[in-house]
């Protein structure tokens, strides 16, 4: 493998623990072409979960919530995106909201600090009304000036103003920081090296990622990715995990023994390289659509700097819609810290292939492992 770029991650035994939440939220019906490019035959729609992350410091009895998925009463959502999902056909599914599926289990809920909006899009921004008044609301960069207000002051925003009434918002402000992670700039936010915010723009205002110590000795880092990928085939193959010659687990049948030959997938790389990522973030979104892309350029700038971080096996890359994650992850209540040790990055690495096999003719039955469904739209895809 190609010598491992240089993060320069500072050096702490402090950590949080983890858990990846299942927000209960489902958008099932998009168009990928509308994120990412090029069209693959048969990866026709997707079906996305919205995952949320549950952080617990509990050395300093100090908890966050990153991401909220979508809110349960979605038909409050502003009426230019409800009648967006209905003329493109897409499918809410919300039976919950998230401090429901956190205090189903027993969460302080009451005392979590902070809920942090990934970016301000109505499938990560929940309703953070339905959590207390002295619960804090963190943003990342500009999304004040440039996103603010929200609904109905702004027609046009994919947020509402109840998210924020009376409540603290903190905007993040990377350029009082002088750390980097990698070619990250970041903000450590409770000043031990346990948690971490990552600045990484393109796909929305103000869009930040997550980057949580969950061992040290040996260090091993979850990495809350909203929505700066939408596939994993955004981010792989790259550089540092080049497409094998041979696949395992096989990505059609994960508990097959033989290997899936690497050639298969020849014809969808770009470039004829092994080491690009199949996808790019689409640059025009198909006829009659809007643009899900604040700057699909920068998207895809950010995206290889986070190639940098995926390239270690210690650093699991876990995006909010990466329904892959739900056949390796063991989800909230659970927490993920022991990721490292269960191997879920070498797992999930090459699962996102079982998109593609109708692209490459594999005539089998693709098949799950752990209690994934596939989802299929209703009325055919
Ligand atoms: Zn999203």
Not at 44 to 67: E, G, I, K, N
Not at 118 to 138: Q, R, V, W
Not at 311 to 335: E, G, R, S, T
Request: with cysteine.
């Amino acid at each position: 493998m190609a010598t491992l770029p240089e993060l320069n991650i500072p050096a702490s035994t402090s950590t949080v623990d983890v858990s990846i939440v299942n927000t209960t939220g489902i958008l099932r019906g998009l168009d990928p072409s509308r994120f990412f490019l090029p069209k693959i035959p048969g990866h026709d729609y997707l079906a996305t979960p919205c995952f949320a992350f549950l952080l617990q410091h509990p050395a300093l009895d100090r908890s966050l919530v990153f991401d909220l998925g979508m809110r349960k009463d979605y038909w409050n959502w502003p009426p230019h995106l409800l009648g967006f999902f209905e003329k493109a056909n897409v499918d809410i599914i919300a039976p919950k909201g998230i401090r429901e599926v956190l205090d189903e289990h027993g969460v302080d809920t009451k005392r979590i600090e902070a809920v942090i909006w990934s970016h301000s899009h109505f499938d990560h921004t929940g309703d953070p009304a339905t959590f207390e008044p002295s619960t804090a609301l963190i943003v990342g960069p500009g999304t004040k000036e440039k996103l603010f207000p929200g609904y109905p002051a702004n027609p046009n925003a994919r947020f509402l103003e109840s998210d924020y009434a009376g409540r603290e918002v903190r905007e993040l402000d990377f350029a009082a920081s002088t750390l980097r992670i990698g070619q990250f700039r970041a903000i450590d936010y409770f000043g031990d090296g346990s948690f971490y915010f990552l600045d990484s723009p393109g796909h929305c205002i103000g869009h930040v990622c997550g980057f949580a110590r969950v061992t040290s000795s040996p260090d091993s880092f979850v990495l809350m990715g909203g929505d700066v990928i939408h596939h994993d085939g955004e981010l792989r193959p790259h550089h540092w995990h080049p497409l094998p010659d041979a696949i395992l687990p096989h990505p059609f049948a994960p508990l097959s023994t033989t290997p899936c030959p690497g050639s298969l997938f020849d014809a969808l790389l770009r470039d004829g390289s092994r080491e690009e990522p199949i996808y790019l973030p689409s640059l025009e979104p198909p006829p009659g659509q809007r643009a899900v892309h604040e700057d699909p350029a920068l998207a895809a700038a950010t995206i290889r700097r986070l190639q940098e971080l995926d390239a270690y096996d210690n650093i699991l890359v876990a995006a909010a819609h990466n329904h892959y994650l739900l056949q390796v992850a063991d989800f909230f209540p659970a927490k993920a810290n022991g990721f490292a040790a269960a191997g879920w990055t070498r797992k999930l690495r090459w699962k996102f292939l079982a998109d593609f096999a109708k692209a490459v003719g594999y005539e089998g039955e693709v098949t799950a492992t752990g209690d994934y469904t596939p989802l299929p739209k209703e009325g055919g895809a």
